[in-house]
């Protein structure tokens, strides 16, 4: 169901043509004070009310794994083998590569290729259309590979 629908639907009909460029997404992070200043004190309160406690849900949810490099020991057993969650909203390859950075600690911008690696030495390019192709809960093993004279690097997923 599309935002417009939406509206119509909870009887917010008079509000449908000021929010048409708005997605689900964008009024789920409008606060109260935003609603209210919008849509007057009454119907501000009541959109946001209705909309209350419908959290934004992630398109894709991927779990990651960082690879330990050889000479490189955990600092607690089983640290290894410790996966985090990435939530995408977006199936793009931007929103990938900027939580991807956020788990590094780095900027999205140093993150020059991602790669998917399914054959030992064949490299995959990532694009939109790939991360779209990507199962729901999918588990990937992420290393990384440096890029000799810069601070940037290449990410691959296994």
């Not at 959290?55 to 955990?74: H, K």
């Not at 911008?109 to 030992?120: A, D, G, S, W």
Request: proline residues 4%; positive net charge; hydrophobic residues 35%.
């Amino acid at each position: 169901m599309n935002t417009q629908q939406w509206l119509h639907r909870h009887r917010f009909s008079p509000f449908s043509r000021l929010f048409s460029s708005f997605s689900g997404a964008d009024l789920l992070r409008m606060s109260r004070e935003d609603l209210i200043q919008i849509c007057g004190p009454a119907d501000g309160i009541r959109l946001f009310n209705t909309m209350k406690g419908r959290c934004v849900q992630p398109r894709l949810t991927l779990y990651v794994c960082q690879q330990q490099s050889r000479n490189q020991t955990s600092v607690k057993p089983g640290a290894a083998d410790v996966y985090h969650a990435l939530y995408l909203e977006k199936l793009t390859l931007v929103d990938l590569s900027e939580k991807i950075a956020s788990l590094f600690h780095i900027s999205p911008q140093q993150i020059t290729h991602i790669y998917r690696q399914k054959t030992p030495g064949i490299l995959i390019m990532v694009t939109d259309e790939t991360v779209q192709t990507f199962r729901e809960e999918a588990s990937f093993i992420i290393s990384t590979i440096r890029d000799e004279g810069t601070d940037a690097y290449h990410v691959v997923l296994k």
